[in-house]
């Protein structure tokens, strides 16, 4: 059977885990192949992650075949790999609606479903919300297993190993899957990986393999004894000290393909008590030769089509304007040019965040800390300390994971670190989890920092400039995709801090616009005949300007793409309250709610921020 087929009559048949765990041994791998051409086909009509989904189709399989989902728990790390889970567990009518508004998530999510036990989206959580359920289980006196899926990518971050150090002490029934497919999103860096790496190519493993094979090709039942525990053998003889000196009972690697081998595997784990770690190799895009040939540019995917691909690099998306990580990435190579003391630094994020041309021209300032968000900043600092001049890229989500690096390494000591945040505000598809909705809320309260967003390409490119110059920590803070469609001047020129503009001059309204607000407050003025500001900076905020607008108009409008709690609004009405001001002031911006996944420009819409939006509240302010 081809391992893309449009049909799909064993797969159809499967309604839940139970449906899963009737089947024979023997069906399993036709169930895998059935499940891994849904899967292409699904994603590619929906868009969505598909090598990292590819890649498990058969470890989702023995799992669900060997545990009593959901009674035991599996804890998946990150989540961009349970499509096939979803599908093994009631979902996969919901594949049509992935990730669009009112459909299913792209991540597990505990209100979706009760075979998602613990939410994510971010990397490196599933060891340490699997112990907790592991020791809750022995407290509750419930005889359950509890199983962390994790990849290798996520192993680089200290929480992975933080849980591990923890584990490996307590008495707990705790299983680690670590899906080793020598992949994150961008390419894999670091100790650890070049650790795992070794486990596989070692000498002592192979010249071990090699000799015992030798000695038993003539002892046909030896052979067959030895085929029978060659996965524990391997245990025995590849080097898994790490884990072990933490406590676990380290067994691999093993192929994470062979479905028969998980099975067998899983189930001699399954009896076994105290922490264990299992290592499984498996390959990204497994079974899509265009996937597994570039799992990068398969990783997250827009619509293609199957037999052609994705045409033009472009991750099923078509080439449209240029975008803010665009307009970063050209700018953080024109800069490097002008100056030596630039350094960028990436929390494995080359890609998403528009490294791949400076790490190629700049590979000695270029610096992938892998997914070590903590790490990075800090790291960021020692530079910094040294006299030069890093630049973080990162997006507004996985900044939340070192806030305090920020606070006490980086504002305390007022080091001159710059942040380029990406996908701030709504980002759509990947939803709640990955919504840079806060960080003009935490960043404005942090003394020393310097917060500015930019209301089209062009002026991207001037604040970007500007942050730089600045001998302070600063953040810019731009959203995912493109703007307004301004054209940025080649030019390294900077903006005068803290002060912002006049866009438009109206009457009895001004709207102070922040960011990517400016394009539909525009709009919006146009409709009321309204001031509109282009404010630029969050902090310091143009305090000239708010009083200047407060004492010649009747009603101030905020607006940001942004949590209303602590946000700009926020710091404008401070601003008015500060000086004695009493013009009214009208605050849009994201509500007190986590916005779920669905396409960016209907959420803004629904949450009243685009142009129709601005105009309908401010005008039933007025009435």
């Given at each position: 059977m081809s391992p893309f087929t449009s049909e799909t009559p064993l797969l159809d048949t499967i309604n839940d885990p139970a449906d899963v765990r009737a089947l024979g041994r023997d069906q399993l791998p036709q169930l895998a192949d059935e499940l891994r051409s849904f899967l292409l086909d699904s994603v590619a009509k929906t868009g969505g992650h598909l090598s990292s989904n590819l890649g498990t189709v058969e470890l989702t399989i023995a799992l669900h075949y060997v545990y009593n989902t959901p009674e035991d728990r599996l804890v998946w790390d990150v989540g961009h790999q349970t499509y096939g889970h979803k599908i093994l567990t009631g979902r996969r009518a919901g594949m049509a609606r992935l990730r669009m508004q009112d459909g299913i998530s792209g991540f597990p999510r505990r209100a979706e479903s009760e075979y998602d036990t613990f939410g994510v989206g971010h990397s490196s959580t599933s060891i340490s919300a699997a112990l907790g359920m592991a020791v809750a289980a022995?407290?509750?006196?419930?005889?359950?297993?509890?199983?962390?899926?994790?990849?290798?990518?996520?192993?680089?971050?200290?929480?992975a190993f933080e849980a591990l150090n923890n584990a490996g002490v307590m008495d707990a029934n705790l299983l680690v899957i670590l899906n080793d497919n020598d992949m994150s999103i961008s390419q894999p860096v670091g100790a650890l990986n070049k650790y795992l790496a070794r486990l596989l190519s070692g000498r002592t493993y192979n010249a071990a393999r090699r000799a015992g094979e030798k000695v038993l090709s003539g002892m046909p039942s030896m052979l067959e004894f030895a085929n029978k525990v060659e996965e524990h053998v391997k245990g025995l003889i590849t080097p898994g000290t790490l884990f072990e000196e933490m406590g676990f009972n380290y067994i691999g690697p093993i192929d994470g393909h062979d479905v028969s081998a998980l099975?067998?595997?899983?189930?001699?784990?399954?009896?076994?008590?105290?922490?264990?770690?299992?290592?499984?190799?498996?390959?990204k895009g497994q079974g899509y030769k265009l996937a597994e040939n570039d799992p990068i540019l398969y990783h997250g995917v827009g619509k293609f089509d199957t037999k052609d691909g994705i045409v033009g690099g472009?991750?099923?998306k078509s080439p449209g304007k240029l975008t803010y990580t665009q307009v970063f990435s050209d700018w953080l190579c024109d800069?490097?040019?002008?100056?030596?003391?630039?350094m960028g630094i990436t929390p494995a994020m080359r890609e998403g965040s528009g490294l791949v041309r400076f790490a190629a021209e700049y590979p000695d300032r270029y610096f992938d800390v892998a997914i070590a968000e903590q790490h990075a900043l800090t790291f960021a600092g020692g530079l910094a300390c040294e006299g030069l001049k890093p630049v973080v890229a990162i997006y507004s989500t996985f900044l939340q994971r070192a806030y305090d690096q920020l606070i006490h390494d980086i504002a305390l000591q007022n080091l001159p670190v710059m942040?380029?945040?990406?996908?701030?505000?709504?980002v759509g598809a990947d939803g709640g989890t990955h919504n840079g909705a806060f960080d003009l809320s935490f960043l404005t309260c942090i003394p020393n920092m310097v917060v500015m967003a930019p209301a089209d390409e062009a002026e991207c490119r001037r604040m970007l400039t500007t942050a730089y110059r600045i001998d302070g920590p600063t953040a810019v803070r731009y959203p995912r995709g493109s703007g307004p469609g301004t054209v940025p001047d080649p030019a390294l020129d900077t903006l005068p801090v803290g002060k912002g503009e006049i866009r438009r001059q109206g009457k009895r309204v001004a709207i102070l616009a922040f960011g990517s607000m400016v394009a539909p407050a525009l709009q919006a003025g146009e409709t009321l005949d309204a001031t509109v500001a282009n404010m630029r900076f969050i902090k310091p905020l143009d305090h000239d300007l708010v009083r200047e607008l407060a004492q010649s108009h009747d009603l101030?409008?905020?607006?940001?793409?942004?949590?209303l709690i602590g946000g700009a609004g926020s710091e404008v009405a401070r601003s008015l309250e500060d000086r004695g001001l009493k013009t009214p002031l009208l605050r849009l911006g994201l509500p007190d709610e986590f916005i779920e996944h669905g396409d960016a420009p209907n959420l803004l819409a629904q949450h009243g921020l685009d142009s129709a939006g601005i105009v309908a509240t401010i005008s039933k302010a007025l009435n």
């Amino acid at each position: 059977m081809s391992p893309f087929t449009s049909e799909t009559p064993l797969l159809d048949t499967i309604n839940d885990p139970a449906d899963v765990r009737a089947l024979g041994r023997d069906q399993l791998p036709q169930l895998a192949d059935e499940l891994r051409s849904f899967l292409l086909d699904s994603v590619a009509k929906t868009g969505g992650h598909l090598s990292s989904n590819l890649g498990t189709v058969e470890l989702t399989i023995a799992l669900h075949y060997v545990y009593n989902t959901p009674e035991d728990r599996l804890v998946w790390d990150v989540g961009h790999q349970t499509y096939g889970h979803k599908i093994l567990t009631g979902r996969r009518a919901g594949m049509a609606r992935l990730r669009m508004q009112d459909g299913i998530s792209g991540f597990p999510r505990r209100a979706e479903s009760e075979y998602d036990t613990f939410g994510v989206g971010h990397s490196s959580t599933s060891i340490s919300a699997a112990l907790g359920m592991a020791v809750a289980a022995k407290a509750k006196g419930e005889d359950r297993s509890v199983v962390a899926i994790i990849g290798d990518g996520a192993m680089t971050a200290g929480q992975a190993f933080e849980a591990l150090n923890n584990a490996g002490v307590m008495d707990a029934n705790l299983l680690v899957i670590l899906n080793d497919n020598d992949m994150s999103i961008s390419q894999p860096v670091g100790a650890l990986n070049k650790y795992l790496a070794r486990l596989l190519s070692g000498r002592t493993y192979n010249a071990a393999r090699r000799a015992g094979e030798k000695v038993l090709s003539g002892m046909p039942s030896m052979l067959e004894f030895a085929n029978k525990v060659e996965e524990h053998v391997k245990g025995l003889i590849t080097p898994g000290t790490l884990f072990e000196e933490m406590g676990f009972n380290y067994i691999g690697p093993i192929d994470g393909h062979d479905v028969s081998a998980l099975v067998s595997m899983l189930q001699n784990l399954k009896k076994l008590k105290g922490p264990q770690f299992l290592h499984v190799i498996t390959r990204k895009g497994q079974g899509y030769k265009l996937a597994e040939n570039d799992p990068i540019l398969y990783h997250g995917v827009g619509k293609f089509d199957t037999k052609d691909g994705i045409v033009g690099g472009s991750s099923g998306k078509s080439p449209g304007k240029l975008t803010y990580t665009q307009v970063f990435s050209d700018w953080l190579c024109d800069m490097a040019a002008s100056d030596a003391r630039l350094m960028g630094i990436t929390p494995a994020m080359r890609e998403g965040s528009g490294l791949v041309r400076f790490a190629a021209e700049y590979p000695d300032r270029y610096f992938d800390v892998a997914i070590a968000e903590q790490h990075a900043l800090t790291f960021a600092g020692g530079l910094a300390c040294e006299g030069l001049k890093p630049v973080v890229a990162i997006y507004s989500t996985f900044l939340q994971r070192a806030y305090d690096q920020l606070i006490h390494d980086i504002a305390l000591q007022n080091l001159p670190v710059m942040l380029a945040i990406d996908r701030g505000g709504l980002v759509g598809a990947d939803g709640g989890t990955h919504n840079g909705a806060f960080d003009l809320s935490f960043l404005t309260c942090i003394p020393n920092m310097v917060v500015m967003a930019p209301a089209d390409e062009a002026e991207c490119r001037r604040m970007l400039t500007t942050a730089y110059r600045i001998d302070g920590p600063t953040a810019v803070r731009y959203p995912r995709g493109s703007g307004p469609g301004t054209v940025p001047d080649p030019a390294l020129d900077t903006l005068p801090v803290g002060k912002g503009e006049i866009r438009r001059q109206g009457k009895r309204v001004a709207i102070l616009a922040f960011g990517s607000m400016v394009a539909p407050a525009l709009q919006a003025g146009e409709t009321l005949d309204a001031t509109v500001a282009n404010m630029r900076f969050i902090k310091p905020l143009d305090h000239d300007l708010v009083r200047e607008l407060a004492q010649s108009h009747d009603l101030l409008v905020s607006v940001e793409e942004n949590a209303l709690i602590g946000g700009a609004g926020s710091e404008v009405a401070r601003s008015l309250e500060d000086r004695g001001l009493k013009t009214p002031l009208l605050r849009l911006g994201l509500p007190d709610e986590f916005i779920e996944h669905g396409d960016a420009p209907n959420l803004l819409a629904q949450h009243g921020l685009d142009s129709a939006g601005i105009v309908a509240t401010i005008s039933k302010a007025l009435n």
